[in-house]
Nanobody, 121 residues
Framework: VQLQASGGGLVQVGGSLRLSCAAS????????MGWFRQTPGKEREFVAA????????YYDDSVKGRFTISRDNAKNTLYLQMNSLKPEDTAVYYC???????????????WGQGTQVTVSS
């Protein structure tokens, strides 16, 4: 199983980025998926999650209203649209899949490699 994240980069404050996470090796169309992020010296933190159908989404308060998680089960791909980016959004972003969740308490089974997002002021 592979989760390949892409779309990170350098952006100015207030800018936007769209992260993608392509899954291979198995389908996650019946599983929850999500995004986490991590900065040096800190624990990995939850950003957003989406249930298998896409009907329900959950966000950390720090990104609510600015980030949008979505998925395309036909393409086995997860997305994170990030708008109004702030310097504190700078982190390595990881996609995740499977596992268990209850709202923002998400414990995935699979992790992708990270993609760096840097927001410059």
């Amino acid at each position: 199983v592979q989760l390949q994240a892409s779309g990170g980069g350098l952006v100015q404050v207030g800018g936007s980025l769209r992260l993608s996470c392509a899954a291979s090796g198995r389908t996650f169309s019946s599983a929850a998926m999500g995004w986490f992020r991590q900065t040096p010296g800190k624990e990995r933190e939850f950003v957003a999650a989406i249930i298998w159908s896409g009907a329900s989404t959950y966000y950390d308060d720090s990104v609510k209203g600015r980030f949008t998680i979505s998925r395309d089960n036909a393409k086995n791909t997860l997305y994170l649209q990030m708008n109004s980016l702030k310097p504190e959004d700078t982190a390595v972003y990881y996609c995740a899949a499977g596992g268990t969740y209850y709202r923002t308490n998400y414990i995935p089974n699979y992790w992708g490699q990270g993609t760096q997002v840097t927001v410059s002021s």
